[in-house]
């Protein structure tokens, strides 16, 4: 059994498994010795992980959103949007 059949599938990597896996991922492929079909199928695993991550991030972001509801404390800013709403009154 090799290491990669004793990971969790992307869906439930946690964090810290995803940013190592994606890390391992960019640097075989900048190696450049995989074949075309290697390159493929670890560029599609990256992708799958960078949204993994990107949710994992998300999700941890609205909990302290809601954990700092009510202490006067502005929610983060996103990147999509530049804008930042203004603190609670």
């Known amino acids: 059994m090799t290491s990669e059949e004793r990971q969790p599938s992307v869906d439930e990597a946690p964090y810290e498994q995803v940013m190592e896996r994606l890390t391992d991922t960019v640097e075989a492929l900048e190696r450049g010795d995989l074949t075309l079909e290697e390159q493929i199928r670890r560029f599609e695993e990256g992708v799958k992980l960078v949204r993994r991550g990107q ?3 998300d999700e941890a972001e609205r ?5 700092l509801q009510g202490n006067e404390t502005a ?3 996103t990147a999509d949007d530049g804008s930042e709403d203004a603190p609670s009154p």
């Not at 909990?63 to 954990?67: N, R, S, T």
């Open 63 to 67: 909990k302290v959103e809601v954990l």
């Open 55 to 57: 949710a994992l991030l």
């Open 75 to 77: 929610p983060f800013k």
